[in-house]
């Protein structure tokens, strides 16, 4: 019998295409000369803390994956192909190679449902991952050698209220985390979500330069503070009473359930998260949040 399966960590893992651009990795086409350090060596940070703790998988919510039905699960053994931005090709080419832990899949779809909620598998072999899932990957693993499940955005709720979808996303994290222990995996989270989302609409001639890179505007910012001193803090309870105004006040990329997903699959832990960093990214407000859960359970 399997042993007993536990969340190591999670992060808070967002996946502006720029980070991968700047940082030039082989997999990616387009060359820069460099830009968005103060998040890049964020995630350095917790590039090393994953190597250490050796997991068996790392899983990741994300918004650019949407599906209309349901709540959907990477179930292809190996994909692989071009992952290209619709919205930044020019940035954006990246050649992917991933395994996904199938038998982890099938126990999330069967957990799933038994919460109520719609939940498919997606067996496609030839589906095209999306750039969401792709960088919060290669941010936090960009050698590729653990095995990942994906987890689409089922944006429908959205449709009717916050409120609704925020719901949907608390029972999607209990069966994630029910998942995870009875296939007794060791595994990482990661929502792949940027904080404040309005943004500036031209680029700079030079895309990476940083001259040209500050918050949208001031509102946002004392919002993105707001919620990231919740989370230092460990006020896990005050953070999920705040989520839906700021959801509301800044566009915030939360609203596609990522964030909800994670923290209730660790079971809206209220220990002090770690920033490893917060930058801007066309505007935006981006930070890398480190939840790890092995504090304490040596
Ligand atoms: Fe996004």
Not at 259 to 282: K, N
Request: with cysteine.
């Amino acid at each position: 019998m399997a042993e007993s399966g536990k969340i190591l960590a999670g992060f808070l893992a967002p996946h502006p295409p720029h980070l991968v651009y700047g940082e030039n990795p082989a997999r990616n086409e387009p060359r820069s000369t460099g830009g968005w350090e103060m998040l890049r060596w964020a995630y350095e940070r917790c590039r090393e803390k994953i190597k250490a703790w050796k997991p068996d998988v790392i899983l990741v919510h994300s918004p650019h994956w949407m599906t209309i039905v349901g709540h959907h699960f990477l179930r292809v053994p190996h994909l692989q192909g071009i992952s290209v931005d619709p919205i930044f090709p020019h940035i954006f080419r990246y050649r992917y190679e991933m395994d996904v832990d199938v038998e982890l899949a099938d126990a999330c779809y069967e957990e799933t449902h038994k919460e109520g909620l719609i939940a498919k598998k997606m067996t496609n072999p030839n589906f095209r991952v999306d750039y969401g899932t792709i960088v919060s990957l290669h941010m936090l693993n960009p050698g590729w050698d653990i095995p990942i499940l994906g987890i689409s955005a089922n944006n429908s709720p959205y449709f009717y209220s916050t409120e609704i979808g925020q719901e949907q996303m608390m029972k999607l994290g209990r069966a994630t985390a029910r998942a995870v222990a009875k296939t007794g995996r060791r595994a990482v989270l990661a929502a792949s979500n940027t904080l404040s989302h309005l943004h500036f609409d031209r680029e700079p001639e030079l895309i990476e330069d940083m001259n040209k890179e500050v918050i949208f505007n001031n509102s946002q910012y004392q919002w993105d503070m707001l919620i990231l001193d919740l989370m230092r803090k460990g006020q896990t309870d005050r953070l999920m009473a705040v989520l839906p105004e700021f959801m509301e006040k800044t566009a915030a990329e939360v609203k596609s359930g990522g964030l909800t997903w994670m923290l209730s699959a660790m079971g809206f832990p209220q220990l002090p998260a770690q920033v490893h960093g917060y930058w801007t990214v066309i505007g935006t407000g981006n930070a890398v949040v480190e939840w790890d859960l092995t504090q304490g359970a040596l």
